[in-house]
């Protein structure tokens, strides 16, 4: 199983940019897929998911209105469009998969069963 977080890097305020998440190993299109950030020195929060079928996407409050999941199950990627940055968006960004079944509480991260391994996202004041 793999999961690979790309597209992070350096951007001003108010900038975009867009990271896409690689899955392999697994049955992507049965699993919800989520991103999570974490700052430094701070506990690891919720981004963004979307749901197996990519028919529902759940966003943080503030990051609603200016970032944007997608998924392609054909291509078994999931990506995070990141509009109008800023300083405190600077973390490291995960992207993770949760198998599809029952009750699913998108925010918690032990509700996810594979992780990437994060790619840093830093926004200049």
């Known amino acids: 199983v793999q999961l690979q977080a790309s597209g992070g890097g350096l951007v001003q305020g108010g900038g975009s940019l867009r990271l896409s998440c690689a899955a392999s190993?697994?049955?992507?299109?049965?699993?919800?897929m989520g991103w999570f950030r974490q700052a430094p020195g701070k506990a690891r929060e919720f981004v963004g998911a979307?749901?197996?079928?990519?028919?529902?996407?759940y966003y943080t409050n503030s990051v609603r209105g200016r970032f944007t999941i997608s998924r392609d199950n054909a291509k078994n990627t999931v990506a995070l469009q990141m509009n109008s940055l800023k300083p405190e968006d600077t973390a490291v960004y995960f992207c993770?998969?949760?198998?599809?079944?029952?009750?699913?509480?998108?925010?918690?991260?032990?509700?996810?069963?594979?992780w990437g391994q994060g790619t840093l996202v830093t926004v200049s004041s």
């Open positions: 993770a998969a949760d198998q599809n079944g029952g009750a699913w509480l998108p925010y918690r991260p032990d509700e996810y069963d594979y």
């Open positions: 190993g697994f049955s992507f299109s049965d699993y919800h």
């Open positions: 979307v749901t197996w079928t990519g028919g529902r996407t």
